[in-house]
């Protein structure tokens, strides 16, 4: 509705707020998201260049920071992949099938959520560690560290972040049902043809959406993987680790390097909101349904 | 459709030159990981990229040195467990030891460098707030009601561990030698504490950075560190008595013999003992442990300390370990941890 | 479905990938969270009671709970406000605003948590403010309790705004021509379907800030017994390598969150059933 249609409403009808309320409001909500949301935001770009421009670019020098942005790229090329393969045949299974127990499976999904992502780190180091079973036969036959290595790193990533992609392609699965499925099957399709013809281009901008959502999680995922990695500099550490490390060193010159890797995850956030917004705005309909599952 | 599958097929192949260019050690360059505690992070910092230089002056190969940091007593269970450590540089004996009686190193280590391989020392004072608005002068002041003491947990730091041995063996020096009290005395500073961090630097981050506490019991070095980076904000206050904290450097036998870093690692520890490696930690506010390689002018900046040692008053560290602070020892008497 | 597992379907490939999910969920998540349970049994009874009995355990709990009840409560009352405006108003800047909502989702917890504490520190740009007025934000509960609002606040605005899309506002206007006044119908017709949706992004708010570290531990304080949250607890229990402890420290954190989560999920269908939807 246009500002005038609005306007000319709640002057005759009872059916919006008056002009004094809702100006109210939308001050209100605008201040509480500055104060909450937009805030944060500028002070990290704020206090990486505290310095001046150079200082926040000399950061990229230190051979740690190199590693720890290649490590953190690392390990999103392979969770999030490993998730996407999840996450459609838990959206398939779910949504084309009926089955007792669908709708614990379901609530199983997003346990990740319930968890704390240190206790997601602890879980792993109590099963994997090198005084485990299962760690310690690793290592002696195969000579691979789970523990304090970058597979850990992985995995703790892995299990934080795996709903995102389920979550955005279940319900919206589910509205879409199987017509179009079983019209292709009658046609003559196999199951594979069905699937990656008819099924994957219903729903590939909740997929891109889903998948964006997981990169960023796993790209910034902190607790687990402080928990798991061992901190060996240059090797096991991701970026918000590293931005850790930097935070916690006297010099002036490491806190803008803590906040100029911390811009550059922001920049990335903002990236994925700038596409979402743009999905958002493109194909609301195939994306609509995704949202109170949110 | 066909965005997806490209889409996809870059990100597997992103992947896998990630992973060929992140294999580690035995692909590439050789990497030398040094776990260490946790104030000696710009330490490690400037001291590798001296070694780095070195090597390959001396050898032509690149290398690579990774450091960790965090309280020693947890460092040492990390490579009880399995972190690749190829040298530890650990504050004391203990630790080494600890690693000692698990296998991953030799006896006789001691022996192998200068110095009992203690290529610097430090000792413990007190950093209190510009003013000494609490009028901090020595160890019993820290017992007295109100104040606020940071220390870090002697369970996982090995500052931690120094600094309560240095307060026990102020108040034994005090009483004539009686045990009971110098147990009494530790217990009533362990009740002014507030927070215990797990590492010296984490302790220093509360103190300096956070802004709690009234005095924190610190490594000589952090305090003028701490000087250095924020100037007159802090004061240095040198007890009447402190203890001399020999670090320990050794390598970890078992793991350079598996990867095959047994001569780098040798050399690495072998250059702590260089001039420049010494002048390095003099910089740094570590007591170099050949100081005719420095200049008398960077040792003007270390404090007139009395200091005393562990081995005459506690019997060493492989005494007072368990005494103190294994399990059920003194210091899980007095600090209740629930 | 009577005795059958599932319903007959055309539909190729159930086997495949129910098993496949199953698979993947059992490895990474299931086996992992059992054997946490599992670790906490090694403890002896006597010490394991000692812990959760402990004040410092007591502190933790009572401040990971607490702020995050007190958190997810505020995002309640601003989340609602923030969906209501978004979806009924049209103002200058309202798309940039619905997309600064989602920030918390893909802001990394750590840069949250450093942006936070620059911000509230007495020399940050909202500390310097306050601290004349002896307002100390950071290294106190209220700093963890701001932590916790931001990380919460995108969850209920995004449950409740589709619901408030689909509002069809024939009921309004058929409650206002029926002689209500404008806070009446809002109070009583337009709030109460909105409920289970609030009560979701409540649940999740809620669950998030309990678990919540990255975003806190930077201007928490970490204090025991007055600012330390239990993931830190759990997180120095580790470092000391007394794994039972850190078992049994979260094995009870995560038995308190599923079993609040399952309470709210029932209210939620109690309230779906007795205020519906229209």
């Known amino acids: 509705m246009s500002d005038t249609a609005i306007a000319l409403r709640s002057a005759v009808s009872p059916v919006t707020e008056t002009r004094a309320v809702r100006t109210t409001l939308i001050a209100l909500s605008v201040v509480v998201m500055v104060l909450f949301l937009i805030a944060p935001l500028i002070a990290v770009f704020a206090q990486a260049l505290n310095l001046g421009l150079k200082p926040a670019l000399a950061t990229f020098d230190d051979p740690d920071a190199i590693a720890a942005i290649k490590l953190t790229l690392l390990v999103a090329a392979i969770a999030v992949p490993c998730n996407l393969v999840f996450g459609i045949a838990a959206a398939w299974c779910i949504a084309k099938y009926r089955f007792r127990g669908r709708a614990l499976l379901v609530s199983l999904i997003d346990l990740p959520f319930s968890v704390s992502p240190v206790v997601a780190g602890l879980v792993y180091v109590l099963l994997l560690g090198p005084f485990t079973p299962i760690g310690a036969w690793f ?60 099924t994957l281009p219903n729903v590939k901008w909740a997929l891109l959406y889903g998948v964006l959502l997981c990169n960023a999680r796993a790209m910034g995922e902190f607790g687990a993987v402080a928990v798991i990695s061992g901190k060996l500099r240059g090797e096991t550490v991701t970026m918000p680790l590293q931005i850790e490390i930097y935070y916690q060193e006297f010099r002036a010159l490491a806190q803008v390097s803590a906040f100029t890797l911390a811009a550059v995850l922001a920049c990335l956030a903002l990236v994925t909101l700038m596409v979402k917004t743009w999905l958002e705005w493109r194909y609301a309909d195939q994306l609509a349904a995704t949202r109170s599952g949110h | 459709m066909r965005l997806l599958a490209s889409a996809i097929a870059i990100a597997a192949m992103t992947a896998s030159a990630h992973l060929g260019s992140l294999t580690p050690a035995s692909a590439q360059t050789t990497t030398l990981v040094n776990v260490s505690y946790d104030p000696t992070r710009e330490l490690y910092r400037d001291y590798a990229q001296y070694f780095v230089k070195h090597w390959k002056e001396k050898t032509g190969q690149t290398i690579e040195v990774s450091n960790s940091h965090g309280g020693s007593g947890a460092q040492v269970r990390s490579v009880i467990e399995g972190l690749p450590a190829d040298v530890v540089t650990f504050p004391l004996e203990g630790d080494v030891l600890a690693i000692e009686q698990k296998g991953l190193i030799e006896p006789g280590w001691k022996k192998e460098f200068p110095e009992d391989s203690s290529p610097y020392t430090s000792t413990i004072v007190f950093l209190v707030r510009k003013g000494n608005p609490k009028g901090i002068k020595d160890w019993n002041d820290l017992a007295k009601r109100g104040i606020q003491v940071i220390t870090p947990n002697p369970k996982t730091s090995g500052g931690a561990r120094w600094n309560y041995l240095a307060a026990w063996a102020y108040e034994l020096d005090r009483s004539g030698g009686d045990q009971k009290k110098a147990q009494d005395f530790v217990a009533s500073i362990y009740r002014n504490v507030r927070v215990l961090d797990t590492g010296a630097r984490g302790s220093t981050n509360t103190f300096v950075q956070n802004k709690v506490g009234d005095v924190l019991i610190a490594w000589e070095n952090e305090a ?38 047994r001569e780098i690692a040798k050399a690495f520890l072998d250059q702590l003992y260089s001039p420049e490696a010494q002048k390095i930690f ?57 | 479905m009577g005795l059958r597992f ?141 932590a916790l609002v931001f990380i919460g606040l995108p969850f209920v605005v995004r449950t409740v705004q589709p619901v408030l899309e689909d509002f069809n506002r024939e009921v309004e206007e058929a409650a206002a021509t029926l002689g209500a006044s404008r806070r009446t119908t809002i109070v009583r017709v337009v709030l109460p379907p909105l409920i289970p949706a609030i009560l979701t992004g409540f649940a999740l708010a809620f669950a998030r800030a309990v678990g919540e570290y990255g975003s806190v ?32 420290i979260a094995a009870v954190m995560l038995t308190i969150a599923f079993v609040i989560l399952l309470l709210i999920n029932l209210l939620q269908v109690w309230s779906y059933r007795r205020f519906g939807n229209v």
């Open chain 2, 224 to 261: 003028l560190l701490t000087l250095k980076e924020f100037g007159s904000d802090y004061e240095i206050v040198v007890p009447s008595v402190s203890i001399l904290a020999e670090v320990k450097v050794a390598i970890v036998d078992k793991n350079v013999d598996k990867k095959g870093t």
């Open chain 3, 217 to 248: 531990i930077f201007i928490a304080g970490n204090i025991p017994r007055q600012t330390e949250i239990l993931p830190l607890l759990i997180v120095f229990r580790l470092e000391e390598r007394d794994y039972a402890a850190a078992a049994a």
């Open chain 1, 139 to 198: 290592l002696e036959d195969f000579g691979v560290r789970i523990i304090f290595a970058v597979p850990g790193v992985i995995l703790a990533t892995i299990f934080v972040t795996f709903p995102f992609i389920a979550r955005e392609l279940i319900p919206l699965m589910q509205d879409q049902g199987t017509g179009d499925e079983e019209a292709a099957l009658s046609l003559g399709a196999s199951g594979w043809q069905t699937f990656f013809y008819v």
């Open chain 2, 282 to 338: 003099a910089r740094n506010f570590y007591r170099p442990g050949k100081p005719e390689h420095v200049d008398p002018e960077a040792l003007k900046a270390f404090p007139k300390v009395k200091l005393v040692k562990i081995d005459d008053v506690f019997g060493g560290w492989a005494k007072a370990q368990p005494t103190h602070f294994d399990n059920g020892g003194i210091f899980d008497k007095i600090y209740s941890k629930d």
């Open chain 3, 6 to 146: 599932r319903e007959a379907s055309i539909v190729p490939g159930f086997r495949l990938t129910f098993g496949f999910t199953i698979f993947y969920l059992s490895v990474i998540v299931l086996i992992p969270i059992i054997g946490l349970y599992i670790k906490t049994f090694e403890l002896e009874w006597e010490r394991f009671i000692a812990i959760i009995t402990g004040p410092r355990f007591m502190a933790a709990l009572q401040l990971s709970f607490g702020a995050s009840l007190l958190a997810a409560l505020f995002n309640v009352v601003i989340g609602v406000m923030i969906a209501w405006v978004l979806v009924r108003y049209r103002f200058f800047a309202r798309r940039l605003l619905d997309a600064i909502v989602d920030l918390p989702f893909a802001l990394p917890t750590a840069v949250a948590g450093i942006a936070l504490t620059a911000l509230y520190v007495p020399e940050g740009w909202f500390g310097k403010l306050l601290s004349p007025l002896g307002v100390t934000i950071a290294y106190t509960p209220v700093g963890v309790w701001i």
